[in-house]
């Protein structure tokens, strides 16, 4: 089972470090191990039980109160919670949090059908998915989640996106073409995956290359597909991303267009009318519906 430091329970539930020793002190909230020099070191149930409780207190639940819950109703009452049609997107993310660290595809899936009544399918998506995931990108450089977390909460989302695919018309054969990869050492394509989603859905031809391509490859896809826009998210790549993509760029011809997205593509120095920036998806997705 992982540890967790106190900073690691800031990171991963908003409740700053002095707030959880108020807790523990004043409520008895959790009571961590130690280590020899005195620090304290967290376990997973307490990790749950504090972004289930930080959830109930931002809700309007007094930590004097919600300390008094048993484990059973923390859960009832969470669940209550997450059920209501009224409650905010950042209550859907902690909650997405929480299912991620118990590992439960049972509350995912639950959860993820009740987002998709209230919201449909592509606006779960950009609403709750991709400010998750953009969260999920800063735990993961604090190292305050596991890789076996991000993975478990990435394939179930990931399935939900190909059932999704399988529903889609065909393509438009007269529409542009979109070509969607990411660059080398890069292998988070939550965020391309729901981009190529967009494109598909909206009748254009969409080609998924993948991940971790490296220039020289992404060079011959350039010339196979003319008249396209090459679409590419750079988050945790361990390369010089500006040269990665100038490569590319170098190789495009007129009506072919390089759209780069993702937390790294602020670091790419480029300035040419083929380039175009985009924050997150949902700025990508804003793009699409304009052509």
Known sequence: MPNYSIKDLENLTGVQAHTIRIWEQRYRLLAPQRTPTNIR??????????LSIALLNSNGLKI?????????????????????????????????????????????EKFFSHLVVQFGFEETISKV????????????Q??????????????????????????????NPAKKNFVFFLPKTEW??????????????????????????????MID?????PNSYFVSV?????IDVTEYYKKILASCTEGQHLLISGHQSELVRLSDPKVTFFRDMIEFKTFVDSL
């Open 129 to 140: 998915f991709v400010p998750f995931f953009a969260r999920l990108t800063y735990l993961w």
């Open 64 to 108: 004097s109160k919600a300390a008094k819950l048993t484990d059973a109703e923390v859960n009832a009452a969470v669940l209550k919670l997450t059920e209501s049609a009224n409650e905010s997107v950042a209550t859907y993310i902690e909650t997405l949090k929480l299912i991620m660290i118990e590992m439960n595809e049972s509350k995912f």
């Open 188 to 217: 988070t394509d939550n965020g391309l995956l729901f981009g190529h989603f967009l494109v598909r859905k909206r009748g254009y031809n969409s080609i998924y290359i993948g991940m971790s391509m490296t220039a020289d490859d």
């Open 142 to 171: 604090t190292e305050s989640v596991t890789a076996a977390q991000i993975y478990f909460i990435s394939s179930l989302y990931k399935q939900k996106l190909y059932v999704a695919f399988d529903g889609l018309e065909p393509a």
């Open 41 to 50: 070191v967290y376990e997973d149930k307490d990790l749950r039980k504090l």
């Open 221 to 225: 896809v350039v010339k196979t597909y």
């Open 234 to 238: 750079a988050t945790l790549a361990k």
